[in-house]
Nanobody, 122 residues
Framework: QVQLVESGGGLVQAGGSLRLSCAAS????????MGWYRQAAGKQRELVAS???????NYAVSVKGRFTISRDNAKNWVYLRMDSLKPEDTDVYYC????????????????WGQGTQVTVSS
């Protein structure tokens, strides 16, 4: 079973910074992509940033230039550095991994972490 554990959330003042971390564990053949999503109550979960195994990144327009996603392939970790935080960034942030579990089953599966709360005060 694949487990994703997020950390690094908390309370920060507007203009401050946080770094979120997500650690993947379990029996995984390869992690093809990892990303961060956020979801407010009553709203759809939206992409914040993602990164593929070849390093290709994608960002939501609202965070581009302020957030930076990176990954440590050797450790199966993904990070999200958040700078110049705004109150509207307040949300629960979820780590996502797209993985291949075994080469005997060359299919991709999606796994989600439990989420970590980010609160930006004004």
């Amino acid at each position: 079973q694949v487990q994703l554990v997020e950390s690094g959330g908390g309370l920060v003042q507007a203009g401050g910074s946080l770094r979120l971390s997500c650690a993947a564990s379990g029996s995984v053949f390869s992690i093809n992509a990892m990303g961060w999503y956020r979801q407010a109550a009553g709203k759809q979960r939206e992409l914040v940033a993602s990164i593929t195994s070849d390093g290709t990144t994608n960002y939501a327009v609202s965070v581009k230039g302020r957030f930076t996603i990176s990954r440590d392939n050797a450790k199966n970790w993904v990070y999200l550095r958040m700078d110049s935080l705004k109150p509207e960034d307040t949300d629960v942030y979820y780590c996502k991994a797209v993985v291949t579990l075994t080469p005997m089953r060359p299919y991709q599966y999606q796994y989600w972490g439990q989420g970590t709360q980010v609160t930006v005060s004004s």
